[in-house]
Structure formats: C-alpha cells, structure tokens
C-alpha cells in the first residue's frame, strides 16, 4: 500500500513556531498541529478573555480544516491543554459552538505550561470522507 503525504500550509492561521507543519493530510486522514490564539493578520497573541483566546484557536483550526477543503464535521478526535482547569467550563462553552452536536471524541487535560503562557492549546484530527 502506497502512502500519500501532503503538507497543508495557509497563511489564514498561524505559521508554525517550530519545525512542524500547520497540518499533514495522509491515508485520509488529517492531523492538525496544536494551535495558539495567534493572529495571523497581526502575529499577536489575542488573550484579552480566555473565551476571545479560545475563539482565536478554533478560528485557526477552521482556517486550516478549510485549507484541506474540510469543516468541523470532519473532526473526529481533539485534544485540549488548558493552562488551569479552571478554565474548563469557559473553553468547553465556546468550543461546543464550532460544533453541530456531532462532537468528536475528545481529552482535556491541564498542564503545567504551555507555548507563550497561553492559556489553552488544541489540535484536532479529522477524516477526509464522511
């Protein structure tokens, strides 16, 4: 069986801070790269609230799902970091938006930093048919 691997790169989120790719679609299936509230218009961090910073990384992970030509729908596993789990019940409430109840399998773990002091982190996989 012949693997095929491709690098979906859009400048609609944030370049990556490191050497990884925004996301790699392979076998049909896509692995997105934990995404900050980075800007990309601006390449600031928008933490002014932790729902604004949770808007910020869902509206990242859109541009690159729609860079791949796919929706939240697809999402079929996320994985949340959040600085405090304190934080949960807020994250979780703007998170639920993005989604048309068709949620996908999910952890949400704290930890003890994360990139730039930001105060959540997600990365998701989708399937690229439904």
């Known amino acids: 069986m012949i693997m095929s691997k491709q690098i979906i790169q859009t400048a609609q989120a944030p370049a990556p801070i490191g050497p990884y790719s925004q996301a790699v679609k392979a076998n049909g299936m896509l692995f997105i790269s934990g995404q900050v509230a980075f800007d990309p218009a601006s390449g600031e961090l928008k933490m002014g609230s932790i729902q604004e910073e949770t808007h910020q990384v869902m509206k990242n992970l859109q541009a690159v799902l729609s860079e791949a030509k796919l929706t939240f729908e697809h999402v079929v596993k996320t994985s949340i970091f959040l600085s ?41 996989i989708a399937v690229v048919d439904l």
């Open 84 to 124: 405090d789990m304190g934080l949960f019940a807020q994250v979780n409430e703007v998170y639920g938006q993005y989604f048309n109840g068709d949620y996908p399998a999910r952890e949400t773990v704290a930890v003890k930093t994360l990139p730039r002091n930001v105060n959540v982190e997600i990365s998701m």
